[in-house]
């Protein structure tokens, strides 16, 4: 079976990876997402990665906490590495070669982010976990994959999330909201559906790349996604 992508952005959330738990990170569930990866990898899928940090840091309000928000940003970035670490060694488990590359200078354990390299990398059949979101503060890790999947020239971006689309509401609030199979990226801003934050979204649609959203919590998702199969919401 031919994939009907070659190299993709997954688009991961900190959240996603504590399951049931309320802080960190639930092994089952980072064991099961490397197994995903596994599965397209194995179709010669290329793999680029990008993890949020809001399972270990979220950058508060500065009022409440009394931290300022740029110095708060970078407590995020590195909550980032944290988890492409974890990432890396359940990946790695399962056999797959692996690359970390942060956009903050950690040489012991991660490489610089370098644009060429981490397109050799995927040419090489490497995963590659970009850490450390764009390396500056004020920017979300949405906006840090949208800008990676740009620079790598990847065919979409794959949002997983813990709902199966995009909606006309909050699925979990609003029993009578429908979902969409696919959209605009101008309809998602009209009806001011929160896909991405603004500053990633715009990114994706003045560069015509194409975002899906899909449950990632479903095994074998990412896999269907790849196939080409309707899951999820497809916006360009």
Request: charge should be neutral.
């Given at each position: 079976m031919l994939p009907k992508y070659k190299r993709v952005l997954l688009k991961l959330s900190g959240e996603s990876l504590m399951g049931d738990k309320s802080f960190g990170f639930d092994t089952d569930v980072i064991s099961q997402y490397a197994k995903d990866v596994k599965a397209i990898a194995e179709l010669g899928v290329q793999v680029a990665i990008v993890i949020g940090g809001g399972n270990i840091y979220r950058g508060m309000n500065e009022a409440e906490t009394g931290i300022e928000r740029a110095h708060g940003d970078y407590m995020g970035m590195l909550a980032t590495v944290i988890n492409g670490m974890a990432l890396q060694a359940s990946l790695e488990k399962e056999g797959l070669y692996?690359?970390?590359?942060?956009?903050?200078?950690m040489e012991q354990i991660a490489e610089p982010y370098i644009r060429r390299r981490a397109i050799r990398h995927?040419?090489?059949?490497?995963?590659?976990?970009f850490g450390a979101g764009t390396g500056n503060p004020y920017f979300t890790t949405d906006t840090a994959g949208s800008l990676r999947a740009i620079e790598i020239n990847a065919d979409v971006i794959l949002k997983g999330t813990r709902v199966d689309g995009i909606y006309t509401a909050d699925p979990e609030k609003d029993p009578t909201a429908k979902k969409y199979e696919r959209i605009s990226f101008q309809d998602c801003i009209s009806q001011q559906l929160k896909v991405m934050d603004m500053t990633a979204f715009t990114l994706c649609m003045e560069n015509k790349l194409p975002i899906i959203v899909f449950d990632m919590n479903q095994p074998d998702n990412l896999r269907r996604v790849i196939s080409g199969e309707k899951v999820g919401t497809l916006v360009k």
């Amino acid at each position: 079976m031919l994939p009907k992508y070659k190299r993709v952005l997954l688009k991961l959330s900190g959240e996603s990876l504590m399951g049931d738990k309320s802080f960190g990170f639930d092994t089952d569930v980072i064991s099961q997402y490397a197994k995903d990866v596994k599965a397209i990898a194995e179709l010669g899928v290329q793999v680029a990665i990008v993890i949020g940090g809001g399972n270990i840091y979220r950058g508060m309000n500065e009022a409440e906490t009394g931290i300022e928000r740029a110095h708060g940003d970078y407590m995020g970035m590195l909550a980032t590495v944290i988890n492409g670490m974890a990432l890396q060694a359940s990946l790695e488990k399962e056999g797959l070669y692996t690359r970390l590359l942060s956009a903050i200078k950690m040489e012991q354990i991660a490489e610089p982010y370098i644009r060429r390299r981490a397109i050799r990398h995927l040419e090489k059949g490497r995963i590659v976990i970009f850490g450390a979101g764009t390396g500056n503060p004020y920017f979300t890790t949405d906006t840090a994959g949208s800008l990676r999947a740009i620079e790598i020239n990847a065919d979409v971006i794959l949002k997983g999330t813990r709902v199966d689309g995009i909606y006309t509401a909050d699925p979990e609030k609003d029993p009578t909201a429908k979902k969409y199979e696919r959209i605009s990226f101008q309809d998602c801003i009209s009806q001011q559906l929160k896909v991405m934050d603004m500053t990633a979204f715009t990114l994706c649609m003045e560069n015509k790349l194409p975002i899906i959203v899909f449950d990632m919590n479903q095994p074998d998702n990412l896999r269907r996604v790849i196939s080409g199969e309707k899951v999820g919401t497809l916006v360009k």
